[in-house]
Structure formats: C-alpha cells, structure tokens
C-alpha cells in the first residue's frame, strides 16, 4: 500500500508542477534547506487555497499536512486527503490533533502547517496561531520557514478557476531547537515565541524576495 500511496502521490506532484508551470511560471528557491530525513516543519505564509497543493507539489521528501476540519465533511474530499492529512480547529486546536502532529514528527514525517491559521486577504504576514509554539516545543523538530508569492493570483478569493499567474515558492534556512543564535532562546519566556521566530523568519524572506537578494 505504501508503494501504491507514494507513486500516486508523485505522480499527483508531478501534475500540479506541470499544470502551474503551463498556466504561468513556477520557481523554487532553496529546495535544498529541506532536511534530507527526520521531522520537519514546513511553516509557510498563507494566501490562497492553492497554497498546500503547491507546498506539497515542490517538496522533495512526502508530507502531511494539517487542514481545517471543515474539509473532512465532504465525503469524497475527506477520502482523498485521509492519507495525506488529518484534521485540526484552526480557532481552538484540540490536544489530539497537536498530539497527533507530534507524533508524526518524531516519527520522522515532514508537517507542512501555516502558522497564521487562515488565508491573509491583503498578502500581509499575520501573526501565528498559538498551537504552532506547541507543537514546535513538543517536537523539537527542524522549522523550515517558506515564503509563497504569486499563489493569491494564480486562485484568487472567489475564484473558480486558475488564472494565468508567476509563482515563487522559497525555502530559507533551518530554524533548529539548539540554535545558537543569542535571539533564539528555546528556554524563553515569551508567549508564542516559536511562532512569532517563525513569522519573523518568513517576514525576512519576503524582504530577500522583494529586494532579489535571494
């Protein structure tokens, strides 16, 4: 079953990859910052629908993913993404599913979540969700933060269809529990401090991006 799982998968990769670079362009940046094995975050910005397929469709190694419970009460869409995600309440995370996200990093899963919860409307960082600190301190995973650009116009709100758009996804350096870095303090006390690191991780790729620093 797992052989069966993965090539369907790939495959499922290789057609969205295909069809986004058909409809406009897809770049990728830094695919190399991905750890190769062991539990990994992928926290990403947040601005369309689009935005997991496209994560999932460029990533080197398989994920899971985190979606909002809603999409489980569709019974066709619930059986397609059972394998491939489990559900959580993005206002009020339950300790099953943070549980769950856990476990599957210490087995050595790749998670891509979006710390902010929702879709921005404006394309502006939000601030992240307090289950992402959680599961970040539980796990003590490597965080990988992403920057999406491009997605917003490729599905826009409302819209039913693809359109015509240039997609930028951008992998940035590894955030580790033990990072020496004096302003990553995994024994702090600050509220959300993993969250708020992460946020600020994507903030700076946006600023690499903008400035073609990257």
């Known amino acids: ?5 993965n090539s369907l998968y790939r495959l499922i990769q290789l057609t969205i990859k295909v069809v986004l670079k058909i409809n406009g362009t897809l770049t ?3 695919r190399e910052n991905i750890p190769q094995k062991g539990g990994v975050i992928v926290a990403s910005n947040h601005i369309s629908y689009l935005d997991p397929p496209l994560v999932g469709s460029v990533l080197p190694r398989i994920a899971t993913f985190m979606a909002r419970k809603g999409l ?3 019974p066709v869409l619930r059986w397609m993404i059972s394998r491939a995600a489990f ?3 993005r206002e009020n995370p339950k300790p099953s599913s943070i549980k769950d996200a856990v476990k599957r990093l210490k087995k050595g899963e790749v998670l891509v979540l979006f710390p902010e919860g929702r879709r921005s409307e404006t394309g502006e960082l939000q601030e992240a ?7 970040a301190k539980m796990s003590q995973a490597v965080i990988v933060p992403t920057l999406l650009v491009g997605s917003d116009k490729a599905l826009p ?5 693809l359109k015509r758009a240039d997609i930028s996804v951008v992998f940035g350096k590894p955030i580790y529990y033990n990072a020496p870095d004096d302003s990553y303090d995994p024994d702090g006390q600050e509220q959300d401090h993993y969250g708020s690191t ?3 991780a994507i903030g700076e790729l946006k ?8």
């Open 1 to 5: 079953m797992d052989f069966i799982y």
């Open 87 to 89: 559900p959580v309440d």
């Open 72 to 74: 489980f009460d569709v």
């Open 157 to 161: 709100s409302g819209a039913k269809w």
């Open 28 to 30: 990728v940046y830094g």
């Open 198 to 200: 992460i946020m600020r």
């Open 129 to 135: 969700k307090r289950g992402v600190d959680v599961i």
């Open 207 to 214: 600023k690499e991006y903008e400035n073609r620093t990257i």
